[in-house]
T-cell receptor
């Protein structure tokens, strides 16, 4: 599975936007970009995914660079409940189904 | 629509006992995955099952661990002769396996071996 690189930690203030970056320079054409998050003492939670185009859902937006070597997860208005570890994961279409979690980015949201 | 259910939520076993962890996938999901999170470590894939079949067990320890997903009933992760190093949070996820591969996780079972 292709690897991703994320900052270890980021900090934000409540009600401000948050941009969480992810580098995946060895991404292949059939790799989907997935984001999950894990709140303290809970199971991981699916956030969003995309292939080439930017994506929006009720939780977040995903901005994918034109060359697909990087992406950014955007939380439009951070809340205290968004404090979690965010994981950027590549999944190869038709490949292994397993999620390979790295260390992720620990997001702290200040009130 | 109930999410992924896992039970028990907390399990305490003495060294040498067996641990059985259960996972009921979301309604309509026939793909189940088990992950383990050791204390202060990241999540690691263990096994991927479809109904009555093991598809990928590349993350399962070779000894003492087994998993099944029968035609009827929940998926079971079984750990025989538990050791202290098995103490961890075990998460189950399920997927509908359409185009998008989204996995939905349960709350986990926290196993403590004394």
């Amino acid at each position: 599975d292709a690897k991703t690189t994320q900052p270890n930690s980021m900090e934000s203030n409540e009600e401000e936007p948050v941009h969480l970056p992810c580098n995946h320079s060895t991404i292949s054409g059939t790799d989907y970009i997935h984001w999950y998050r894990q709140l303290p003492s809970q199971g991981p939670e699916y956030v969003i995914h995309g292939l080439t185009s930017n994506v929006n859902n009720r939780m977040a937006s995903l901005a994918i660079a034109e060359d697909r070597k990087s992406s950014t997860l955007i939380l439009h208005r951070a809340t205290l409940r968004d404090a979690a570890v965010y994981y950027c994961i590549l999944l190869t279409q038709g490949g292994s189904e397993k999620l390979v979690f790295g260390k992720g980015t620990k997001l702290t949201v200040n009130p | 629509n109930a999410g992924v259910m896992q039970n028990p939520r907390h399990l305490v076993r003495r060294r040498g006992q067996e641990a059985r962890l259960r996972c009921s996938p979301m309604k309509g999901h026939s793909h189940v995955y088990w992950y383990r999170q050791l204390p202060e470590e990241g999540l690691k894939f263990m096994v991927y099952l479809q109904k009555e079949n093991i598809i990928d067990e590349s993350g399962m320890p070779k000894e003492r661990f087994s998993a099944e997903f029968p035609k009827e009933g929940p998926s079971i992760l079984r750990i025989q002769q538990v050791v202290r190093g098995d103490s961890a949070a075990y998460f189950c996820a399920s997927s509908l396996r359409t185009v998008s591969y989204e996995q939905y996780f349960g709350p986990g079972t926290r196993l403590t071996v004394t």
